[in-house]
């Protein structure tokens, strides 16, 4: 049996045999494309609103201190909050979203959305006592962040923070993960 997924041939052994490579940005956004990525949702709470965005472009980089790095697409209103030169916002949250949280995710990656009150009416959440900013349940885990470094690269804002605080942890549950453009299933 055998079967084709984008440039890869799947042979009667199931391992895949490399397709013609792509040159130029065309090949960069197809390897970017089989990038496996958690789904974190992150809040702000600016004073005037609040604001939050789906990432997938978030890791963990150092233990002692905690630090994490978020990156974001520099014209978004996110980056444009944190890079403000007036009272840039520097604390916010980040949700590790769980596998049954991708309406959830939909939701915060659709363009043109509302504030985050509206978007999170219907879950239960909770603020974040240093951030001040939305925090889901039902994640894997929330995360209490401050901005310690912007970082301009290429098309978007990399933001490394230091960890806070941890409002809660769950024990069990699946990650959600985007890869090649859309939410894989949830195994659970």
């Given at each position: 049996m055998t079967a084709s997924v984008a440039g890869m041939d799947?042979?009667?052994?199931?391992?895949?045999?490399?397709?013609?490579?792509?040159?130029?940005?065309?090949?960069?956004?197809?390897?970017?494309?089989?990038?496996?990525g958690a789904v974190t949702l992150v809040t702000v709470a600016d004073g005037r609103?609040?604001?939050?965005?789906?990432?997938?472009?978030f890791c963990p980089v150092s233990a002692e201190p905690p630090?994490?790095?978020?990156?974001?697409?520099?014209?978004?209103?996110?980056a444009e909050l944190f890079s403000r030169p007036d009272e840039p916002v520097t604390r916010f949250a980040v949700t590790l979203l769980a596998a049954g949280q991708r309406v959830l995710a939909?939701?915060?990656?659709?363009?043109?959305?509302p504030g985050a009150r509206l978007m999170l009416d219907d879950v239960p959440h909770r603020r974040g006592p240093v951030s001040g900013a939305l925090i889901p349940e039902d994640g894997l885990a929330a995360l209490e962040c401050s901005a310690e470094r912007l970082v301009t690269a290429g098309d978007h804002l990399?933001?490394?923070?230091?960890?806070?605080g941890v409002p809660y942890l769950t024990a069990v549950g699946e990650p959600l993960i985007r890869f090649r453009g859309r939410y894989l299933?949830?195994?659970l």
């Open positions: 799947a042979g009667a052994d199931g391992l895949g045999a490399m397709g013609a490579g792509a040159e130029g940005p065309e090949g960069w956004d197809a390897a970017r494309g089989v990038w496996a609103d609040d604001i939050g965005a789906t990432v997938s472009a630090l994490v790095l978020v990156s974001l697409m520099s014209g978004s209103y996110p939909g939701r915060f990656a659709a363009s043109g959305r990399v933001v490394v923070a230091g960890v806070t299933p949830a195994r």
